[in-house]
Structures are given as structure tokens and as C-alpha cells.
């Protein structure tokens, strides 16, 4: 509000910044509440990645895909139902580097077919493609 109108923008608590022009100031609260959830699932996909995790590069683990608040992983089937990994991919969800003051909870679910499947299988709030996807609890 204030801020944004003196400022003309406004920053997540990851510092990513989006201007506003003071006629669309009332949009800062949503801006910076959406861009947090986005610097969130954005950051857990980074910790997660083979490429700077080694417990996902020595499962196996490919991100496939973001799909708003879901991360989609492929992994062998024997790693997609083992619960050491399912933690690990949660904790990197649940533990932003910018702290929030509520806990982030995850939920996971595994889906050999597709996820179509995995939602159908799983209420419709999350699934997966052969593997395994995370996404907060609901």
C-alpha cells in the first residue's frame, strides 16, 4: 500500500522486485504474497535438482515439471515410494531459505501411469508422471 505508492514497487521477501504505478498500488498486498509462493516453489525446485542435490542425482530424481504449486519429479518406482526420499524432496518445499512464520506442509503422492491418474488417484489436489510430486497440503 504506503510503500508502493511512495516507491512505485514493491519486493517479495526474496527481494524480487515488480513495479506498480500508484493507480494500481491497491495490487501490491497479492503481488507480494503470489511472488513469495512463486520465490518459494521456484527456490524448492533449485534445492531439489540433481544438479545441486546429490540425494536426488543418486536416486534418480528429474524435475519434470511445475504446475503452479507442485513440483512433478520422475524417478525410478523402487525411489518413488521410498520414504527417505519423499522426505527429502519435502524438506526442500518446507524449508525456504527466507523463513515464514507458518509451517509449510507438503503432501506426496506416486503414480505410475500419468498425473491425470495421480490426481484422479489422489483427490485431485496432487500427483505425479512415473514418480513422485510434492505440493502443499490443502
Request: charged share 25%; with cysteine.
Given at each position: 500500500?504506503?510503500?508502493?505508492k ?17 493507480q494500481l ?12 509462493a512463486?520465490?518459494?516453489i ?85 500427483g ?11
Amino acid at each position: 500500500g504506503m510503500t508502493c505508492k511512495a516507491n512505485g514497487f514493491v519486493k517479495t521477501p526474496y527481494g524480487r522486485k515488480r513495479n506498480l504505478p500508484e493507480q494500481l498500488s491497491w495490487k501490491a498486498f497479492n503481488s507480494v504474497t503470489q511472488g513469495w509462493a512463486a520465490d518459494i516453489i521456484k527456490e524448492s525446485a533449485v534445492k531439489a535438482s540433481p544438479r545441486y542435490n546429490s540425494a536426488s542425482r543418486d536416486a534418480g530424481i528429474e524435475i519434470v515439471a511445475q504446475v503452479h504449486d507442485e513440483n512433478l519429479f520422475h524417478m525410478p518406482s523402487e525411489n518413488a515410494r521410498d520414504p527417505k526420499i519423499i522426505r527429502m524432496l519435502a524438506d526442500c518445499m518446507e524449508n525456504p531459505s527466507v523463513p515464514v512464520r507458518i509451517p509449510l506442509r507438503v503432501s506426496a503422492a506416486v503414480s505410475s501411469k500419468n498425473w491425470k491418474e495421480a490426481n484422479k488417484d489422489y483427490g485431485g489436489s496432487i500427483g505425479a508422471h512415473s514418480g513422485s510430486a510434492i505440493t502443499p497440503s490443502r
